[in-house]
């Protein structure tokens, strides 16, 4: 079903060029959507655009709801963030809420349940230079800009811990820039990374929150990126 989701939901950007401009507009072109399969849920039979999805679609056991019910798996109206193995595996579905009120209670972000947890590793693997940030649409922006020189993490917040694999990845890298948000959460996120590895660079973007916002602003992240890579690239 995660699979069949990313189809649809890939089919159904195509034809919310609002939506496609929006991401444009962040640093993430067609090209780019269409090469990290980011889509966009719709469901036109549900007021909400949501969908109910049996758990056993999802290869989820069973839930019931107080009332005895089975429990479904939600999968709200927004745009559907994939994160997709080398193998082609699904490994974790997250909406960005199109209904998200800024400033409210309300997450912005969802993860659809029976989603791998941990960070989402994007680009090539064997790269030399690793560039982290906080949210998974920044992260798909600094892998389009320089994807063909670091490989890109992407945390989907900014406290979760490294599993094995990426903890090996960060350690054996030669240079390490950490794109934290320029607010309070980011600071915590660079301090924590600090302290795990000691070689990590700070490298908020100039005068805006995230790297999202900056190239709204018309800031070129690839030259950017390229130039803090190139200043503390290792020997």
Known sequence: MAGRLVCMASDQIKS?????EELENRGIPLEAVEKFHIGYIDNPKDHYGAYQIPRSEFGLLQDLKEDGKPR???????????????????????????????GSSQPKYVAITGSMDGLILIGDRNHDSIVVVESELDGYAASHAVGDVALVIAIGG???????????????SKTLLICHDNDEGGRTMMAKWQQLYPKAIPCPTPHHKDIGDAIKSGVDIRAWLLDALSKHESP
């Not at 479904?72 to 998200?100: M, Q």
């Open 158 to 172: 900014n406290t979760k811990n490294l599993d094995a694999w990426t903890n090996l990845l960060v350690t054996e």
């Open 16 to 20: 919310r060029p609002y939506v496609l």
């Open 72 to 102: 479904d798996v939600w999968v709200p109206r927004g745009v559907l963030i994939p994160s997709i193995e080398p193998s082609g595996k699904v490994v974790r579905l997250k909406v960005r809420l199109a209904d998200h009120i800024p």
